[in-house]
């Protein structure tokens, strides 16, 4: 930093010691563009009555770097503050924490708690965290300006008015202000009070009881950005407070409290403020539900009965489904008086929650072990899916106004969930393993938003399960081929005695080709005096298609008397759904039964003697056969053990399972390796390294495939593979220049390519050097000023002075080629010391990019250079 405006600060102290005494105030704020491309602005405050006015400032970005910012605007305020803004673009080299830095000299004159601050710098500072695993990341915005009155012995509040655009939290504390690039200023201290000075961490309120002395004083406040407990930014502002002797009294504000309200809610209330001095009253709000994309909120005053010491205003905010987010939004409320002497103010802030309106109660379809959760799908566009919450009985839950989601204490339990606004189907059979009959299941639903937020929850739904009559128990495949068999059982229907159902019976089977038994047809029936048989085999079946779902009804077959006794439920087949993988194959036991699987049996068959033997025991629904062959087919069967209640009495059972078969296939892609590397900047080429810090997860990589890109925007296109894990180490040569982005993926024996490692991007080398020393004497040696390095720069412009401050060159060439003489003139400069300035503009990672080169020249020449007398 000190490059650029070291040597100005040299010249401008020979004319001018108010020239630059000028910075009061300021902030830097950051916008994400893309992947590593953020907007800055800078927003500072200075004392229009000095002479000093930046049209431009120098940024440094912490990964060094630093270009110029231009100023984009000016803002005239009273009490000779000026409001500047200056707005650039920077891409940074690649994830990382980087701490950006702007400064100017100086401070204004006469802050109190800042010694001798007329010569201290006046710096500010913001630091980003770029990770592409937090996702993208703006800065706060602080919507009320950094600078503020206060009077002498009464209460004061300053609140910075963050607003997150990203919905992160954001805490406050204090900090010290700084100095030369961005260091604690030393022997900085708090402004005086009579008992306290404190920041609010969470709602950011400053308040100062009370200040205990006039004048000025400046105060830097830490907003802290956070996302899932993680800090990933903070802004340093840096803020001035002018503290006034006045009999004047602030006004006072009607309080308007904190609200929770659903998405769609008309938020209205007014704000009376007050002013025991009868001054009249300007009332203004800033905050975030002013500056939201879609219905922003109002503040209207109320013109007709403004009066002395009196004024109201009324604040309206239309919400929409836009608004739901986990952060609350905060509206800052301010009244200024008019008092002749000094104007004062009163600051009241105000926290909206937005939670996203309750979904309408799900729908229950029960089955005899599980239900069937559907609801309609929320008309809030945003929401992008659903949580499903399950309790045994019901709880009578009324929702918290302020709370989304529904709390634990609840006895809910979050058991599912689904991941599009329009996905509003959901199986409950307890992850496979059923749910149990006797019970009545209540469930709610909850819509969720983009950034984790949660709406209200649903009404609560419930239902019992459907206890079949005919129960069964077993769906069991007898025989294993195309014209196979598969035996059901149930038990033996009781309680008939209070239905007039005194047979003969007939037991109707009916079968379907799917797992829900969605498309049942009859395939049997089986008559009976007793109900005592209670065995059907159904045979000339395909088993080695599945699965098949069968239900049994119950019929009293009395001649003249027929009609259908209870409710039929239904049970599937079991049956392994074999996923291959690398060297394994995961077992998953899918089967839609009323009763509840306990344990299964794997069995694998064994290729040399024809039989399936025993591998495995899970009480699990799922089972991984590990350590096989690629390439070679694994058949398998299960037998499961299970169990259920009926009228009090435990029933145990026995299944076995349709024959699947798979081939483990290597189709899981190897880690990405680490990524690093640097520029070999003198020899002009990038020095590339990947390696492995576990090793499991690429025990089959053969090679490597290195992709570049010459800029952030531009495609990346593969220069070079590597058919050897060991070779991991690149040097490349680009065209053009050094900057550039890389990434590598790993390639296994199965052709698989990992996802691409962490970006690497490299814009280190600063292709333009110039000599600090220069002698044009005819002896052929060094006689014309060119820089060391000129690869890549477009063009520069060039200044350099004498010692007095006297411009005696300038160009625009990158080459210089100065060859000592005086523009317009023949006559050489005379031998001593020269300071130049230097802006280079040199294509990097964002495309074309000016930096500035300071620093001083030692000409030497022979006597005949010293008839040149430099005059100031």
Known sequence: MKRLWLPILFLVTMFSPLFATHNRAGEITLKQIDELTYEITITTFTYTLSQADRNQLEVQWGDNSFSIAPRISITKLPYYYQKNVYITQHTFPGPGVYEIVVQDPNRNEGVKNIPNSVNVVFSIKTTILINPNIGNNSSPILLNPPIDRA???????????????????????????????????????????????????????????????????????????????????????????????????????????????????????????????????????????????????????????????????????????????????????????????????????????????????????????????????????????????????????????????????????????????????????????????????????????????????????????????????????????????????????????????????????????????????????????????????????????????????????????????????????????????????ELKMRKNVPWINYDYTIYRLNQTSGDFDSIGFTTEDHYIDEGLANGVEYCYRVTSTGWRILDGKLYENLNYSHTNCTTPVDTTAPCPPELNGYSVCDSGYNHVTWKYTDNSCALDVVGYRLYYSPTTDQPPFPVAEFNSRHDTVFDHSPENSLTGCYFVTAIDSFENESRPSVRLCLDECSNYLLANVFSPNGDGINDIYRPLRTSYVERVDMKIFNRWGLQVFETEDPDINWDGKIDGTNKLVAPGVYYYICDVYEYRLSGLEVYTLTGFIYVYSGDENDVFIETK
């Open 151 to 585: 009077a002498y012995g009464q209460i004061f509040i300053h609140n910075p008015a963050a607003y997150d655009p990203d919905g992160d939290s954001i805490s406050y504390k204090l900090a010290v202000c700084t100095e030369t690039d961005g260091r604690p200023i030393e022997g900085y201290t708090l402004p005086p009070s009579s008992d306290t000075l404190y920041v609010n961490p969470y709602t950011g309120d400053l308040t100062w009881i009370t200040p205990s002395d006039t004048g000025i004083y400046n105060i830097a406040i830490d907003v802290e950005e956070w996302r899932s407990g993680v800090k990933i930014g903070n802004i340093v502002r840096d803020m001035q407070i002018e503290v006034y002797n006045t009999t004047n009294h602030a006004p006072v504000q009607t309080d308007p409290g904190n609200y929770c309200i659903p998405a769609g809610t008309v938020l209205v209330f007014d704000v009376i403020a007050t002013d025991e001095d009868n001054d009249s009253i300007k009332q203004s709000a800033t905050g975030g539900p002013f500056v939201v994309e879609k219905n922003r909120a109002t503040y209207v005053v109320y013109e007709s009965e403004s009066r002395l010491g009196y004024s109201r205003a009324r604040f309206e905010w239309r919400t929409d489904c836009s608004h739901v987010r986990k952060q609350y939004y905060t509206a800052i409320f301010k009244a200024e008086d008019s008092h002749p002497e000094i104007p004062l103010v009163d600051i009241r802030n105000v926290n909206i929650v937005v939670l996203g309106p309750a979904p309408e109660m799900p729908i229950l379809i029960p089955g005899s072990n599980s239900v069937s959760v559907t609801w309609a799908a929320d008309t809030c566009l945003p929401v992008s899916g659903y949580r499903i919450y399950r309790k045994t009985g019901p709880a009578a839950y009324v929702p918290d106004s302020c709370q989304g989601g529904i709390p634990p204490e609840t006895g809910y339990e979050h058991i599912g969930s689904t991941f599009s606004r329009t996905d509003t189907f959901f199986v409950d059979d307890r992850n496979g393993l059923g749910l149990v009959q006797g019970n009545e299941y209540c469930y709610v639903i909850v819509s969720v938003y983009p950034d984790g937020a949660l709406s209200f929850p649903s009404q609560e739904n419930c239902t019992p399960l459907v206890e079949g009559s005919p129960s069964l128990l077993e769906v069991s495949v007898v025989e294993h081929s195309t014209n196979g068999s598969i035996r059901l059982a149930w038990v033996r229907p009781s309680s008939l005695d209070t239905i007039p159902a005194n047979g003969p019976y007939q037991y109707v089977i009916y079968r379907s080709g799917d797992l829900l038994g969605q498309q049942m047809i009859q395939v049997g029936t089986l008559n009976t005096a007793d109900l005592n048989d209670t065995v059907w085999v159904d045979e000339n079946v395909n088993t080695e298609s599945f699965p098949w779902s069968y239900s049994v009804e119950l019929y009293n077959d009395a001649p003249g008397n027929r009609f259908l006794i209870g409710t039929a439920e239904t049970a599937s087949s079991l049956y392994p759904e074999l996923t291959g993988d690398d060297n394994r194959i």
